[in-house]
Nanobody, 118 residues
Framework: QLLLVESGGGLVQPGGSLRLSCTAP???????????MGWYRQAPGKQRELVAT???????NYGDSVKGRFTISRNNSRKTVWLRMNSLEPEDTAIYSC?????????WGQGTQVTVSS
């Protein structure tokens, strides 16, 4: 399992942008590189939902509500995955959590709050 540390959340106005980062500081890059990394979010009173995932080979997948607005990327040598969020909407307000999975092993970060409000 990986220790995952997120950063980059905060308060932003509608239409604004944020970039979330997730690092695995105790991992070596060869281990990090095999994991499928992802971002999930959970808003108050709602179930956790997929935001985006990226495989070890770089294949990406997005939730329908963020397609065309969010971009997930990774740099294995830096043991980091990013989520670039553009055109943010109040409905994007949630706790965003980083996730890593490989061969049935799952790891979660502690989550970072994103609030979209004027």
């Amino acid at each position: 399992q990986l220790l995952l540390v997120e950063s980059g959340g905060g308060l932003v106005q509608p239409g604004g942008s944020l970039r979330l980062s997730c690092t695995a500081p105790r991992s070596i890059f060869s281990v990090f590189s095999v994991y499928t990394m992802g971002w999930y979010r959970q808003a108050p009173g709602k179930q956790r939902e997929l935001v985006a995932t990226i495989t070890s080979g770089g294949t990406t997948n997005y939730g329908d509500s963020v397609k065309g607005r969010f971009t997930i990327s990774r740099n294995n040598s830096r043991k980091t995955v990013w989520l670039r969020m553009n055109s943010l909407e109040p409905e994007d307000t949630a706790i965003y959590s980083c996730h890593a999975s490989h061969n049935g092993l799952d790891s979660w970060g502690q989550g970072t709050q994103v609030t979209v409000s004027s």
